[in-house]
């Protein structure tokens, strides 16, 4: 039986309520929706007409090209990308309105704040079948619903951490006082830290083994000495670190989870190092924002990444470990085991 035809056949009976949705994403386990995407076919099943562009804010190499090129093909739309190095500054942009976004790429801490200040709309999971909320992990997947109102689901989760050139420093390093200590003497002009307030700051606290999560003035003035003692002594403060720690400017930096997976793909020497004294865990979310231009356009690009098999080529692609057990399922062993354990903030 053409795939086509027999994928469309099970999306009838959904939308008819002879079968319910847990029924038809069992039924076609996605597969037939995968089998859509290889025909070439000109829409893509939920998309509906969504013109000729979707608008995304997100991270820096956080997605594969190759799956925008296939969502264009299916639905006549491109993807309209807006990269971002900080929560505060995507917050900003969205607050200070016409951004043009219709789908973006909130962290768990920030979306509670842009639920108070009317930011983001309540999602509408009828329009997003690809997810599955008893397929997510739990611990990393609550912050997306408040009071009972799902406003954002899961994209992927990480740590943050540090990397470090081994070729370059010899000495085994396990610890945020040693990055900080090392950044102001031998490594004087080699290090990066983020540009990006909840990192830096952070973990400017693990030094003194206060909790990331501090707001205590006095822990907080400790970690603000410790910022402007470094900064003469930094390479860069900069998100996107990876081309000087690539091209050899940089030795060590800050650094995210995935980040640390693609820079040791291209480098065998970078090391990903969460600190002794604790640090940070952080979830991702996919968000639409209120009054968005192409609301249809940012549920079709939403429901499509979501799709286990799409997904999973999301992950192999940046590294970050997806929340979703179906996605993991489909991902070899090896890149499972190249993750650093789930940890807390602490």
């Given at each position: 039986?053409?795939?086509?035809k027999?994928?469309?056949?099970?999306?009838?009976?959904?939308?008819?309520?002879?079968?319910?949705?847990r029924?038809?994403?069992?039924l076609t386990?996605?597969?037939?929706?995968?089998?859509?995407?290889?025909?070439?076919?000109?829409?893509?099943?939920?998309?509906?007409?969504?013109?000729d562009?979707?608008?995304?804010?997100?991270?820096?190499?956080?997605?594969?090209?190759?799956?925008?090129a296939?969502?264009?093909?299916?639905?006549?739309?491109?993807?309209?990308?807006?990269?971002?190095?900080?929560?505060?500054?995507m917050?900003?942009?969205?607050?200070?309105?016409?951004?043009?976004?219709?789908?973006f790429?909130?962290?768990?801490?920030?979306?509670?704040?842009?639920?108070?200040?009317?930011?983001?709309?309540?999602?509408?999971?009828?329009?997003?079948?690809?997810?599955?909320?008893?397929?997510?992990?739990?611990?990393?997947?609550?912050?997306?619903?408040?009071?009972?109102?799902?406003?954002?689901?899961?994209?992927?989760?990480?740590?943050?951490?540090?990397?470090?050139?081994?070729?370059?420093?010899?000495?085994?390093?396990?610890?945020?006082?040693?990055?900080?200590?090392?950044?102001?003497?031998?490594?004087?002009?080699r290090?990066?830290?983020?540009?990006?307030?909840?990192?830096?700051?952070?973990?400017?606290?693990?030094?003194?083994?206060?909790?990331?999560?501090?707001?205590?003035?006095?822990?907080?003035?400790?970690?603000?000495?410790?910022?402007?003692?470094?900064?003469?002594?930094?390479?860069?403060?900069?998100?996107?670190?990876?081309?000087?720690?690539?091209?050899?400017?940089?030795?060590?930096?800050?650094?995210?989870?995935g980040?640390?997976?693609?820079l040791?793909?291209?480098?065998?020497?970078?090391?990903?190092?969460?600190?002794?004294?604790?640090?940070?865990?952080?979830?991702?979310?996919?968000?639409?924002?209120?009054?968005?231009?192409n609301r249809?356009?940012?549920?079709?690009?939403?429901?499509?990444?979501?799709?286990?098999?799409?997904?999973?080529?999301?992950?192999?692609?940046?590294?970050?470990?997806?929340?979703?057990?179906?996605?993991?399922?489909?991902?070899?062993?090896?890149?499972?085991?190249?993750?650093?354990?789930?940890?807390?903030?602490?």
């Amino acid at each position: 039986m053409d795939p086509r035809k027999e994928f469309m056949r099970l999306l009838w009976r959904y939308k008819k309520g002879s079968i319910s949705r847990r029924e038809f994403l069992e039924l076609t386990g996605l597969g037939l929706a995968t089998a859509v995407l290889s025909t070439g076919t000109s829409r893509f099943a939920y998309a509906g007409n969504i013109g000729d562009k979707v608008s995304l804010a997100t991270w820096p190499s956080y997605h594969d090209e190759n799956n925008f090129a296939k969502f264009k093909k299916l639905t006549g739309a491109a993807v309209e990308v807006s990269v971002f190095g900080s929560n505060e500054e995507m917050y900003a942009k969205l607050k200070a309105g016409g951004t043009g976004w219709d789908l973006f790429v909130p962290t768990n801490y920030t979306i509670i704040n842009y639920v108070k200040e009317g930011m983001i709309e309540a999602l509408d999971l009828a329009k997003i079948p690809s997810f599955d909320a008893s397929k997510h992990d739990p611990r990393f997947t609550s912050e997306g619903t408040i009071d009972g109102v799902v406003y954002a689901v899961p994209k992927d989760w990480g740590t943050t951490g540090y990397v470090y050139n081994t070729s370059q420093i010899k000495d085994e390093m396990t610890t945020w006082k040693q990055f900080w200590d090392l950044s102001m003497t031998t490594l004087s002009g080699r290090a990066m830290v983020h540009d990006y307030q909840l990192t830096t700051i952070g973990n400017a606290l693990k030094y003194y083994g206060y909790s990331f999560n501090s707001n205590d003035e006095k822990e907080l003035a400790q970690a603000e000495k410790l910022l402007l003692a470094a900064k003469p002594h930094l390479f860069g403060i900069n998100s996107d670190y990876k081309p000087s720690l690539l091209n050899g400017d940089a030795w060590l930096s800050v650094c995210w989870t995935g980040d640390a997976l693609q820079l040791y793909r291209e480098n065998k020497a970078f090391k990903y190092v969460l600190g002794r004294e604790g640090g940070e865990i952080w979830t991702d979310y996919f968000a639409i924002p209120k009054g968005a231009s192409n609301r249809e356009g940012g549920y079709a690009l939403l429901n499509f990444l979501q799709d286990p098999a799409v997904n999973a080529d999301e992950v192999k692609f940046h590294g970050y470990p997806s929340t979703d057990s179906r996605v993991n399922a489909l991902l070899p062993k090896e890149l499972l085991k190249e993750r650093p354990p789930p940890r807390r903030c602490w």
